[in-house]
């Protein structure tokens, strides 16, 4: 699924017009009517609505919104921002269908919103409809439009967006956009656009955003940004394995983790791997802790690795007992627990200058690389080694040579930049996560919650993109987009069962079934960008 930006969705429902006869009328009708469906699923207990509506396109889906929800026997009020013989176009054919059907009440002054009416009105509303702005207009609200944000800010009653929160800037990259209106949910139309791709726009990470088709083809919808998002990756999962399937193919993986006294890492990695598909994971780990990460689970494989008299991995190792290792292995995976020793740091440039299936590198291994990038960009199977980097913003600032504010503060560009000069596929974590690529392609993924900004998580991630590679070799983008999509997935899930504050990693592993279960695209016709459907 591409992001887009305003101008890019203007030009789609033109070339639809244009090209592919849907009407804006049609348009409008099966927007507003995405919009009721919406409600009619995921608040059926919303008896009494209130649509506020801007006199232009998103006005007109709010009073179209109206129509379906009355003819579905509910009780919509439409609050138009404006006189009705003001109207044009859309918004004045479709407050022209919505006669006498649906109550509108006209609002010319800001006088009137302290008119006891109004208060009544709310007072017995269970649901607010926000249809004032979308994605044509540009911050800030003001006049009856800001009032409104202000009247309904402190009121209990959920507030469904359409197609934006009002007061957004559809092409805004920001977290926040002050002075918009508080949403619940947000059905938007065709495609995401910017804001929707990286603006907190319900105040949570885990409530509904979700995209409804309304009749333009994938044809008409281009974008220049080489934007896309990690959740249509998925669908490489979703395919059921065959009946006379076997080990064999889905991978073995080597995991380079842990080191004396750390366990944890490696153990919950080597699980993920496990629980995520892959046929076979080794864990090849220091000796003095092979016992505790081998009860994680029977399923696990162990290698032992030796350490010198100070517990460090002894470098001795890394000569023709490393390339047996290597043998006949899918993906190599490296970093979680593993320390920072000289033995750790042989072990990853040995890694680097001779893995020639998929290698991915986290944790420790990423604070070794940053040492020496020449090591990453001169690596002698730089053409056909593919390797995946999973840093949080702290170690893509050691690997940059900048500033976290400075990663974050650009991390779209830096990304990109990134993937394409060292020739590596790049997940940089935390809010929306991206997926870089050599290609220049970046996407971006929707689902995690505060609950994983916990220790383990990216041991965990690492795990779980291993086994996704392991599994897809011949689709390494997709695979990685999936893995990121499927570990946020997992912990939305798990989150719903219980709660932020008490989610632990190893709780993402319970539920990671019924995300590899979840289809984005449900039988209503949306695709979950963000949140669960009930």
């Not at 009247?151 to 920001?174: E, H, K, Q, Y």
């Not at 291994?365 to 080694?385: C, F, G, K, S, V």
Request: aromatic content about 4%; hydrophobic content about 45%; proline content about 6%.
């Amino acid at each position: 699924m591409k992001i887009l930006t305003a101008a890019e969705m203007r030009e789609t429902d033109r070339v639809t017009t244009a090209m592919f006869g849907v009407s804006a009328l049609q348009l409008a009708g099966h927007a507003g009517a995405a919009v009721a469906r919406f409600v009619l699923t995921e608040l059926p207990e919303a008896r009494s609505i209130v649509a506020i509506c801007g006199k232009g396109n998103n006005g007109a889906d709010g009073l179209v919104a109206s129509l379906s929800l009355a003819e579905a026997g509910r009780e919509p009020h439409v609050l138009l921002l404006g006189r009705s013989d003001e109207l044009t176009g859309l918004p004045a054919e479709m407050f022209r269908r919505s006669q006498p059907r649906v109550p509108v009440h006209e609002l010319t002054e800001e006088a009137q919103l302290a008119e006891p009416w109004l208060a009544a009105l709310f007072a017995r509303a269970d649901l607010i409809l926000d249809a004032m702005t979308g994605t044509g207009f540009k911050p800030p609200l003001k006049g009856l439009a800001a009032r409104m944000r202000d009247l309904i800010a402190p009121m209990p009653t959920p507030v469904v967006a359409v197609d934006l929160p009002s007061g957004w800037d559809a092409d805004s990259f920001a977290y926040e956009q002050e002075g918009a209106v508080r949403a619940d949910a947000v059905v938007t139309f065709t495609a995401p656009k910017l804001a929707h791709a990286f603006g907190n726009l319900t105040g949570s990470a885990t409530k509904p955003i979700v995209i409804a088709a309304i009749g333009s083809p994938d044809e008409a919808i281009v974008s220049a940004g080489a934007l896309r998002w990690t959740g249509s990756a998925k669908r490489i999962t979703e395919k059921a394995r065959q009946a006379d399937d076997n080990k064999g193919r889905h991978g073995h993986v080597v995991l380079f983790a842990g080191s004396h006294g750390k366990a944890g890492a490696p153990s919950m990695a080597s699980l993920a791997g496990l629980r995520a598909g892959a046929g076979l994971v080794t864990a090849a780990v220091p000796d003095s802790i092979l016992n505790t990460v081998a009860l994680v689970a029977p399923e696990l494989m162990t290698l032992p690795l030796p350490e010198d008299a100070e517990g460090a991995l002894d470098t001795e190792f890394f000569g023709d007992p490393l390339d047996a290792v290597l043998r006949k292995k899918t993906v190599v995976a490296a970093g979680p627990g593993l320390g920072e020793s000289p033995g750790a740091a042989a072990l990853v440039h040995a890694l680097l200058d001779r893995v020639q299936v998929p290698l991915v590198l986290d944790a420790d291994a990423l604070n070794i690389l940053a040492q020496d990038m020449r090591r990453l960009r001169e690596r002698p199977h730089r053409d056909a080694q593919r390797v995946i980097l999973t840093p949080h913003p702290g170690e893509m600032a050691r690997l940059a040579g900048l500033s976290t504010a400075e990663v974050q503060g650009d991390r779209i560009g830096l990304a990109r930049r990134f993937a394409r000069e060292y020739g590596v596929t790049l997940v940089l974590k935390g809010w929306r996560t991206l997926v870089a690529h050599p290609s220049g392609t970046v996407a971006v993924n929707t689902t995690g919650n505060p609950g994983m900004a916990k220790g383990g998580s990216g041991d965990m991630l690492t795990g779980i993109v291993a086994a996704l590679v392991a599994q897809y070799p011949e689709q390494l983008e997709e695979a990685v987009e999936a893995a990121v999509y499927l570990h946020g997935l997992a912990a939305d899930l798990a989150v719903r069962e219980g709660d932020e504050h008490t989610l632990l990693v190893t709780d993402v592993l319970r539920t990671l079934w019924r995300a590899f279960r979840f289809r984005a695209e449900s039988k209503d016709g949306y695709v979950w960008w963000e949140g669960l459907p009930k």
